[in-house]
């Protein structure tokens, strides 16, 4: 049963600290996306590739976040540095080729607590 | 601009009763829909979607919806409800890319 999943589960730093989540698609899916999960906002889209190659961060704040796909097996979304309201879910999903009718494979997430 | 409202942020059901979960939408162009169903800890799983055909879509684990362009809605149903369906469902509304747009979901609660 292929997974999408994701690392670490959990992440507890303080303020101003880097932090690295990584997820790793399922095998042959071409296209990758991050969420954010807050009680606040709910599910925001911040960036998504296809390919390995980035399609849209307009969801993303820029000055401190970037996300990159290093290989077709690893996605990364980094924040440098964090701040307290960045405190969430990152989800990470996964879809076999993209287009707005293929299904989108969410891994388990990575909750991110920024003191 | 495309949104998605969930009215109902928490709805209370015993086992074995019937569930409707509601949905509406604002977009401009044809939508395609869908449901999420979220466990406790876990990521979104897909229940059903619909682009287009017949109005009435089924989906996992015995979900169905039904889809009224005249009301603009999309509400997820199913006849008797498990515990095991407790969970958090989120509607969703997709653009013509492959953006999805999540409606603030509905925490379901199934008592014995």
């Known amino acids: 049963d292929a997974r999408v999943t994701q690392t670490p589960r959990h992440k507890v730093t303080e303020m101003g600290q880097e932090v690295t989540m990584r997820c790793q698609p399922i095998l042959g899916h071409n296209t990758v996306f991050w969420y954010r999960q807050t009680m606040m906002q709910g599910l925001e889209l911040l960036a998504y590739?296809?390919?390995?190659?980035?399609?849209?961060d307009s969801g993303m704040p820029k000055d401190r976040f970037s996300a990159e796909m290093p290989d077709a097996t690893l996605a990364t979304l980094k924040i440098q540095p964090s701040e307290p309201r960045d405190s969430a879910v990152y989800f990470c999903?996964?879809?076999?080729?993209?287009?707005?009718?293929?299904?989108?494979?969410f891994g388990p997430g990575t909750r991110l607590t920024v003191l | 601009a495309q949104s998605v409202t969930q009215p109902d942020i928490h709805i209370t059901v015993s086992e074995g009763a019937s569930l409707e979960l509601r949905c509406n939408y604002s977009?401009?162009?044809?939508?395609?829909l869908f449901w999420y169903v979220q466990s406790p800890g876990q990521g979104l799983q897909l229940l059903l979607k619909?682009?287009?055909?017949?109005?009435l879509v089924q989906g996992i684990k015995g979900f169905e919806a039904e889809f009224k362009r005249s009301q603009s809605s999309f509400n997820l149903r199913k006849p008797s409800v498990h515990w095991s369906d407790a969970a958090e469902y989120f509607c969703?509304?997709?653009?013509?890319?492959?953006?999805?747009?999540f409606g603030t979901g509905t925490r379901l609660q199934v008592f014995p």
């Open positions: 999903a996964s879809g076999r080729q993209g287009g707005i009718t293929d299904t989108q494979y």
């Open positions: 619909y682009f287009s055909g017949d109005t």
């Open positions: 977009y401009g162009a044809t939508p395609y």
């Open positions: 590739f296809r390919n390995r190659a980035p399609l849209d």
């Open positions: 969703a509304v997709g653009l013509n890319t492959d953006k999805l747009i």
